[in-house]
């Protein structure tokens, strides 16, 4: 598959501060990646170094080829990106605001409307942008970040403001371009959102990457037990919880479910004398660890001295 993004062994210091130290990995097309990581992990400053807006101290950054902090970096037409917190002009429309970014990127005027349907703004294309609220003003944001059909998409907390339906739109928006060969890099706090859209994850702390892959490698590496609940008939929970006291600590849940915190190696084997023939367990519900669980594993377990 190939690499829209490369950054080898990359550093940024900010005087004294590194905010970046030795990163590495690619980015490929037809991709979605979460960027995770707390306040000051890095997250901003690696968008910011691959769009060309500061360069990096050591190491190479490569964006579709080319290096994007060069003074001729063409391929940006081809990036679309939505920082953290959007401002826009107040005393303009959304539709002149949207035109304005559209001669920017050197696109016709005729994808302007189409776009503002397609965010839900077509009903507000002609009110002024500072009658806007949080969330039409994020919706404003993504439309510019569409424009062109962009091959790498660069979102720093997109859907932050927008209300679940809306949010749901989306993430359908993203998946589209995916699906078409974009790379999409989404860096937010929502981790149960991205848990459930990601392909792969690269977790930042304290400038450092400290964990990069899928859910399942990442719960491969980090060993995880994944918990196990049972929900039981009333008149047979004391002869489930009797018979499974063996296997480990069982624990009661809500009055008629036992809960129990499966290691890796035991899993299927926990699974396999929970529902043995003649137990009264109506139902089984395994839940491996989530990303917001291994998120808390790997800042913990690689800890970055200061």
């Keep these: ?25 690619s980015l490929p097309e037809g991709a979605t990646i979460a960027l995770v990581g707390h306040n000051g992990a890095g997250k901003t400053t690696l968008l910011k170094l691959m769009l060309g807006l500061i360069r990096p101290s050591q190491g190479r950054i490569a964006v579709l080829g080319e290096d994007p902090a060069a003074g001729e970096f063409a391929a940006r037409r081809h990036l679309g990106y939505l920082p953290e917190n959007v401002s826009f002009n107040a005393a303009l429309t959304g539709r002149e605001t949207l035109a304005f970014y559209a001669r920017l990127k050197r696109e016709g005027g005729d994808a302007v409307a189409p776009l503002l349907e397609r965010v839900g703004l077509g009903h507000a294309a002609d009110r002024r942008v500072g009658t806007y609220s949080k969330g039409m003003r994020q919706r404003l944001g993504l439309a510019q970040a569409l424009l062109g059909e962009p091959r790498i998409l660069l979102l720093d907390e997109p859907t932050t403001g927008l209300d679940p339906a809306l949010r749901q739109s989306f993430y359908e928006i ?17 981790l149960t959102e991205l848990e459930e859209r990601a392909g792969r994850v690269v977790i930042m702390n304290r400038g450092l ?49 036992l809960e129990i915190d499966a290691a890796p190696d035991r899993k299927i084997e926990l699974l396999r004398r929970a529902t043995a023939e003649g137990l009264p367990v109506e139902d089984v519900e395994v839940a491996p660890p989530t990303l917001d669980e291994l998120y808390a594993h790997f800042l913990r377990s690689q800890e970055v001295p200061l």
Excluded: C, Q, Y
């Design 1 to 25: 598959m190939t690499a829209t993004v490369e950054i080898a062994k990359v550093t940024k210091r900010f005087g004294k501060v590194e905010a970046v130290r030795d990163v590495s990995f």
């Design 174 to 190: 993203v998946e589209a371009l995916r699906r078409r060969g974009a790379t999409v890099l989404l860096s937010s706090h929502a």
């Design 209 to 257: 990457k400290v964990a990069d892959g899928s859910l399942d490698e990442l719960r491969h590496i980090a060993r995880l037990p994944t918990r196990i609940r049972l929900t039981v008939a009333a008149s047979g929970l004391a002869e489930v919880e009797g018979r499974l006291a063996p296997l480990g600590a069982w624990r009661r849940v809500n009055g008629h479910m």
